[in-house]
């Protein structure tokens, strides 16, 4: 459903700027709150909430709506980094619209607070969207055609009365002088600053999400994954369930709308997406082989007068190829069971490495050669080759054999280090059995 998204703004349909944004948190929601259906509930339910506190709000000016607007989400911690102070700016987190409304804290980054704002600000009957200025993003809200901001009318030939606003720091309204003065300091030119102060077009907003999005994975493979605490603001980094989905989901969108609005041609166009290419195509072949049709169907057709064309046509027959390869189907016979102790999705410690891993697979004794046997010292084994063989993820994405000996069964709240690598066996985790739910049926049906 993401992916659909942002093909259909691709093609310049309209999408709702909460979808286009909630499309990247469904590539690492796993059982997290916030999809499609559950932003757009969260969003209502804040807009309902604000039209129950302030009942006759439809009788103030403009202005007096957007201040109380963001007041009323400033007061509530929908918007800003929240009030713990434990949140980092460039935390991966902040960058999911799904996370800020459903998070305790709801901590997000500029470009989510504007979005949250004006979500909830085009429910309560107010023209709000998003202003995106180098390096921060305001919000640009619009008079009533006829009206100026302070509710008096305007002459016919005014321009529409706007004024704007930046939910992320402040309730108050920020003056166009004191944008040109930020515009100024980052040298952007007199040419450039009425452009800047228009609404930004959502597809826009959605390249940009996906920038900083892989910007903050860097981050977080730089602070090693947040295991660290950040010097700058002295308190613990926290880590991020699913580095790969994140990372996955703007490169995505990066293909998808990776364009420059300026509309420099197709020539730019596929420059650009050759960048990301290489990229996104280790990362689907390493983490979502699954996807070869979404691939087929929206990734190669953009380049089908180039070079890549043939690479990305042939990748897919090797994907296409292991699937249909025929799977040794495993019953769980009662012969099976009683040799056979663990079950697909099972999480596990090692007993002597201590690592932690998730069962994909097992055989009833060791189905490795001689030589394997020999240098793993299988034999010195307390229960020998003939006892039961585990195929395993491992947290740190290596995939061994594992004899049954060795294996602790866990039961954790959330395996969060296996999360992000989990997709091309399971389904989803489930929370009451504390396992993974098996996506591969076809060779371990009763698992």
């Keep these: 459903m993401a992916i659909n998204k942002w093909s259909k703004l691709q093609s310049r349909q309209d999408v709702a700027l909460e979808e286009v944004l909630t499309a990247f948190d469904m590539f690492v929601l796993h059982e997290r709150q916030g999809d499609f259906d559950e932003t757009t509930a969260r969003l209502n339910a804040v807009a309902t909430d604000f039209h129950e506190q302030y009942p006759g709000y439809q009788k103030m000016t403009t202005h007096q709506k957007a201040t109380l607007i963001a007041k009323y989400l400033l007061q509530h911690n929908l918007v800003g980094l929240g009030r713990t102070g434990t949140h980092h700016y460039h935390d991966l987190q902040n960058n999911f619209i799904g996370f800020a409304l459903h998070d305790k804290d709801h901590p997000s980054l500029p470009l989510i607070s504007a979005a949250i704002y004006c979500c909830v600000a085009r429910r309560l009957g107010v023209d709000a969207s998003p202003c995106a200025l180098p390096f921060h993003v305001m ?167 180039s070079p890549e064309f043939d690479q990305l046509q042939g990748s897919v027959r090797v994907m296409r190829s292991v699937d249909s390869m025929p799977k040794q189907v495993k019953r769980r016979t009662k012969e099976v069971s009683g040799r056979v102790r663990y079950n697909v999705g099972q999480v596990f410690q090692h007993k002597r490495y201590n690592y932690l891993a998730v069962i994909t697979g097992w055989d009833t004794e060791c189905g490795a050669n001689e030589q394997w046997m020999a240098q793993m010292r299988v034999h010195e084994l307390s229960r020998g080759p003939g006892q039961s063989f585990y195929h395993v993820l491992v947290e740190d994405k290596s995939v061994r054999y594992v004899a049954e000996e060795n294996i602790n069964v866990v039961k954790p709240d959330m395996p969060d280090s296996l999360m992000s690598l989990a997709g091309k066996y399971f389904k989803r985790w489930d929370k009451k059995s504390r396992c993974f739910v098996s996506n591969i049926k076809d060779e371990y049906p009763d698992d």
């Design 139 to 305: 919000v640009v809200v619009r008079a009533p055609r006829g009206f100026k901001v302070d509710g008096k009318p305007s002459l016919p030939d005014e321009a529409v009365g706007s004024m704007y606003m930046d939910p992320f720091e402040t309730d108050q309204e920020v003056s166009v002088s004191e944008i040109v003065s930020r515009l100024r300091l980052v040298g952007a030119l007199e040419s450039q600053q009425s452009a800047y102060l228009e609404p930004t077009p959502v597809s826009d907003l959605v390249v940009r999400t996906s920038r900083n999005i892989l910007m903050s994975v860097q981050e977080s493979h730089r602070r090693a994954q947040g295991r660290h605490v950040d010097r700058d603001s002295m308190v613990p980094v926290p880590s991020f369930a699913d580095l790969d989905g994140a990372f996955y989901g703007a490169l995505w969108a990066s293909l998808l709308l990776g364009i420059p609005a300026n509309g420099d041609g197709p020539v730019f166009a596929t420059i650009r997406r050759r960048t990301y290419l290489p990229t996104f195509v280790e990362h689907f072949e390493t983490h979502f082989p699954t996807d070869v049709s979404l691939i087929e169907n929206h990734i190669i057709p953009m380049f089908q007068h």
